[in-house]
């Protein structure tokens, strides 16, 4: 037994414990101690994460003479990490008050803990695995994993769940149909024989095996226009498992897609397939999908009202961007999206922590009954600021250095359109960020809230912890590029050249470390002119304010956040169709409508014709 | 040690040099309008008076900790800016950062602005702000377009190789003669982004009395002011940087700056104000379109 089995044991156990004791008073800090424990598991072969070899477990198991084995690389420890921390910092925040209230509201914080310690366990066993049979074992424990902790509080939820689930489902056939071409194609689950005999495969092959994988690992990213289902299902989860999902869930996805599509099958290849009638290669196709990604649900998340839908819709856009970076297949540009999945993890758990805080004391997330809470909650309102910077990607914090590593790759590979495209994202980021912190932090603050105070400290500190990490690794990037060169390496790319403030070479740098202490330098002297210079400000109450010659008084509502950007919705409205709603509805319509036909055909009128056909078809399909 | 120290000097050397020709900039400004006007227009030391009335006044009336707090990002970043935009002879931080570097950390006052102006719970001030940034979501889309052309034809992110490069090759290697095109949408950008008629949506004093500035008074007023100066300053000389080949000398850069605000202040001064939604059409419409032709040209 070496140190990885030893991490997937403790998880196992973890698990287990908080799967049997979750009716239990203390399990939540059970759980998050546990989690702690195999963060330091993970940390005990952190050598994965400089360059280390690859670690094999030790069990393997053998189904109907198929091998199937366990192993963690660069690539996998990286993924790990951010899934162990994301689970350990929902878990401290759900363990201490936040349960109580939780409880008391009829929650059972119990088995939300269990939902996050299994789908860690499971997470870890995809992570782990060795071979194509593995891997889909792992996607499988996933997806039901996740679909648990999407269900717990039920109503609204479930109906999320299911549609979830439809998704994921389809998404499993996708890839069990490809594992099965594969099998017929080279004989094998074993990864060593997919790669050797891809070099082999035909244009066609290639073609069919990486639409199917791409599609079936795609829904799990919420890849254009598989998406419909993934905000409301994590919006909808209890506000630690909100935070857990977003920060990680869907990367699961990337992480398969990178290990079949990128390192086994081959991008290279991609880029040699023409699509007919276009000046397109089957990569720029996918790149285009990704810049889809990125634009629509960010400006779909510009429209929500609810901040954790708004939050969530981010999530779909911004995995958008590790897509794009990884397909730039430079170096630059595929650790702009490997490091984008950590950073985007950082910022979402602290911004999805940060509204849970909100919703824990206002009882809503409703952008429009919030406002002016950065009074009673100035430290909630410092996670999500931080949170907000980074996921818009601004400086000083870490989203802007994955951004930038991609903005430059597409610049040096000369692709405008994309580049645009992926600035037309951000720029719609920075717009929905900021209603989500006017609307919330800003502004009046109304009378009912007027009496709340700041979270207590066991929800606080998880948030500030996970806010400090996106400020050091904004700040000193290279720590994070260390793992992401082995992550590199161990996909096949070349990795990056980096430096501790970010890389360097001679078509541009970027050094972060010299950027915020001049940006540091500079709010220094901004400060000393604000307060060495003129009289001491005078604070005055929120209702001391130009109205118009109008005497405010605190029942009436003085604050702007209905229809925030008017203008811009004004010119764009008329953009927002419905499109993939509609799309998705008409193939749920025909699917209905072709069983509701078979249904009458077998039931009414021709049973034994129907019987026929089906027999037929299936002989066909199973013999021919 | 020495080029540490040296870089230090010169971080700091930047701002204080852009607050100095930003103040004349702002003055430059009032004296065209006021030319165009009939009047006379003010003295030499009217913009620096100004700043110092501001921060002297009796009465400084803070809506709380953030208001503070966003006035001071607005100055810092503008401060922080200056650092990484070329002057001749000085570099300071340039080579660290770049040009997508710069784009966005002049994003960083506008986003302390917004904050402040958040925290004044004053729907004008709020409107304001909604107005700003979607301005901003307006012409950041053809700004960024001409980046990409011009980091894409000459290769690099770095402002000081691309103002190397067009000074050793002299006028016929400028941007503006080798990427007319995306000079022009540029310029429209530059224009749209200062806030300046016809796209001072979001002061509109008729119709939400000032926006971001309707609670500023005495020096966070003083505090915008100043970040004014610095944003003249940064937008005119990332344009000489980029199109008109740096300074060579302080003398060409100082004519070259100030020749190329001028541009968009006359124009500021003989339009009047556009709707949201016109602005938002109009560049995207324009300065996107001769942008993607200009690219289309660099890339060929």
Redesign the interface.
């Known amino acids: 037994m070496n140190q990885l089995d030893t991490l997937l044991l403790i998880s196992l156990i973890t698990a287990l414990i908080s799967g049997l004791g979750r009716r239990h008073q203390l399990i939540g800090w059970a759980t998050a101690i546990l989690l702690t424990v195999q963060f330091l598991a993970l940390l005990s072969i952190s050598s994965l994460g400089y360059g280390g070899t690859v670690i094999e477990s030790a069990v393997n198991l053998t189904i109907l003479g198929q091998p199937l084995s366990w192993r963690f690389d660069g690539l996998s420890w990286f993924f790990a990490l951010i899934t162990i921390g994301a689970a350990m910092a929902s878990s401290f925040f759900a363990a201490g008050i936040w349960a109580k209230k939780y409880k008391k509201h009829g929650g059972n914080p119990g088995l939300l803990q269990f939902a996050m310690s299994l789908n860690v366990f499971t997470m870890l066993v995809l992570l782990a695995s060795g071979d194509l049979l593995s891997l889909f074992i792992g996607w499988e424990l996933v997806s039901w994993a996740s679909l648990l902790l999407m269900v717990l509080a039920g109503g609204i939820a479930t109906q999320w769940g299911l549609r979830y689930i439809v998704y994921a489902t389809a998404g499993a056939m996708s890839i069990l149909a490809g594992i099965g071409i594969i099998y017929h194609l080279t004989g094998s689950f074993a990864y060593a024989d997919l790669a050797a005999a891809a070099s082999t495969f035909s244009t066609t092959h290639v073609v069919v095996l990486s639409l199917l994988f791409i599609a079936g690992f795609g829904v799990k990213m919420g890849l254009l226009p598989f998406h419909l289902w993934q905000a409301g299902a994590y919006a909808e989860t209890p506000g630690p498992g909100s935070a857990f999902l977003g920060a990680i869930s869907s990367r699961m996805g990337l992480y398969a897609m990178l290990i079949v599509v990128f390192q086994l099958i081959g991008l290279g290849k991609m880029i040699a397939v023409e699509i007919p009638f276009t000046f397109l290669s089957l990569r720029d196709l996918l790149m285009w999908v990704a810049a889809f990604t990125i634009i629509f649900p960010t400006y779909t998340a510009l429209r929500q009202n609810d901040a954790r839908y708004l939050l969530a819709w981010h999530g779909i856009g911004q995995g958008g961007y590790m897509m794009m970076g990884l397909l730039l297949l430079d170096p630059v540009g595929s650790a702009g999206g490997l490091l984008h999945v950590f950073n985007y993890a950082t910022n979402q758990a602290a911004l999805f922590l940060a509204i849970t805080a909100v919703v824990y004391r206002t009882h809503t997330a409703d952008l429009n009954r919030l406002?002016?809470l950065?009074?009673r909650m100035?430290l909630t309102?410092l996670v999500l600021?931080v949170g907000i910077?980074g996921l818009a990607?601004?400086?000083p914090m870490n989203g802007?250095v994955s951004k930038?590593l991609i903005?430059?790759s597409l610049?040096?590979e000369?692709m405008?359109l994309l580049?645009?495209a992926t600035?037309?994202g951000t720029?719609?980021t920075?717009?929905s960020v900021?209603k989500l912190?006017?609307n919330t932090?800003?502004?009046?603050?109304r009378l009912e809230h007027e009496h709340i105070r700041e979270v207590p400290w066991s929800m606080l500190a998880p948030m500030l912890v996970v806010a400090t990490i996106i400020f050091i690794t904004g700040f000193m990037p290279g720590l994070v590029l260390d793992w992401v060169a082995s992550a590199q390496a161990a996909l096949g790319f070349t990795p990056l050249a980096y430096t501790l403030?970010g890389v360097e070479t001679?078509?541009?740098?970027?050094?972060m470390i010299?950027?915020c202490g001049?940006?540091f330098?500079?709010?220094?002297?901004?400060?000393l002119?604000?307060y060495g210079?003129?009289?001491?400000?005078?604070?005055?109450h929120?209702?001391?304010?130009?109205?118009?010659g109008h005497f405010l008084t605190a029942d009436t509502r003085?604050?702007?956040?209905n229809n925030?950007?008017?203008?811009?919705m004004?010119?764009?409205g008329g953009w927002y169709r419905g499109t993939f709603k509609w799309l998705e509805s008409s193939l749920i319509s025909i699917v209905s409508l072709l069983s509701g036909l078979t249904q009458i055909l077998f039931h009414s009128y021709h049973p034994a014709l129907f019987l026929l056909i089906t027999a037929t078809l299936s002989l066909y399909f199973f013999i021919g | 040690m020495q080029v540490t120290l040296l870089?230090i000097m010169e971080?700091i050397l930047m701002?204080i040099v852009a607050f100095i020709i930003g103040l004349f900039m702002v003055l430059m400004m009032r004296k065209l309008a006021a030319r165009l006007q009939r009047r006379v227009g003010p003295p030499l030391f009217q913009p620096l008076f100004d700043i110092v009335k501001?921060?002297?006044?009796?009465?400084?009336?803070?809506?709380?900790?953030?208001h503070?707090i966003g006035?001071?990002?607005?100055?810092?970043?503008?401060?922080?800016?200056e650092?990484?935009l070329p002057v001749p002879g000085m570099d300071g931080?340039a080579?660290?950062?770049?040009?997508?570097?710069l784009a966005?950390?002049t994003?960083?006052p506008s986003?302390g602005l917004?904050?402040g102006v958040?925290?004044?719970?004053?729907?004008?001030g709020?409107?304001g702000?909604?107005?700003a940034?979607?301005s901003?979501?307006a012409y950041?889309?053809p700004f960024?377009?001409v980046i990409?052309?011009v980091?894409?034809q000459f290769?690099?992110?770095?402002l000081v190789?691309i103002i190397a490069t067009q000074q050793a090759g002299g006028f016929s290697t400028w941007g503006i003669s080798e990427m007319p095109v995306l000079a022009v949408a540029g310029l429209f950008a530059m224009h749209a982004s200062l806030g300046k008629q016809p796209f001072e949506?979001y002061i509109a004093p008729a119709e939400i009395?000032t926006g971001p500035m309707?609670?500023m008074g005495?020096?966070?007023l003083?505090?915008l002011f100043?970040m004014q100066s610095f944003q003249l300053y940064t937008a005119s000389v990332l344009y000489v940087s980029l199109f008109l080949g740096g300074g060579e000398n302080w003398i060409t850069f100082l004519l070259k700056s100030f020749g190329v605000l001028a541009i968009p202040v006359v124009i500021a001064y003989l339009f009047p104000r556009y709707?949201?939604?016109d602005?938002?059409?109009l560049v995207w419409k324009w300065p996107v379109m001769l942008a993607?032709i200009g690219?289309a040209f660099v890339?060929n």
Not at chain 2, 54 to 66: E, R
Not at chain 2, 95 to 101: F, P, R
Not at chain 2, 118 to 124: L, R, S, T, V
């Open positions: 406002g002016g950065v009074n100035p309102f600021l910077i990607g601004i400086p802007f930038w903005y430059r610049i040096i000369g405008p580049f645009v600035v037309i720029l719609g920075i717009l900021y912190i006017h932090f800003l502004g009046q603050l403030g001679a078509r541009g740098s970027l050094d010299w950027l001049v940006l330098g500079g709010f220094g002297v901004g400060a002119l604000f210079g003129g009289n001491k400000a005078k604070r005055v929120q209702l001391d304010n130009y109205a118009g003085y604050h702007y956040s925030f950007y008017a203008g811009l004004h010119h764009i | 870089t971080v701002p501001l921060y002297g006044k009796q009465t400084q009336i803070s809506h709380g900790m953030i503070d006035i001071i990002m607005a100055v810092g970043g503008y401060v922080a800016a650092a990484l931080i080579a660290k950062g770049g040009l997508i570097t966005y950390l994003m960083v986003l917004a904050l958040g925290q004044c719970a004053n729907p004008n709020s409107i702000i909604s107005r940034l979607t901003m979501l950041d889309i960024i377009i990409f052309g980091a894409y290769s690099s992110t770095n190789d949506i009395a309707v609670e005495g020096k966070f003083g505090g100043v709707r949201t939604d602005l938002v059409r993607l690219i890339m």
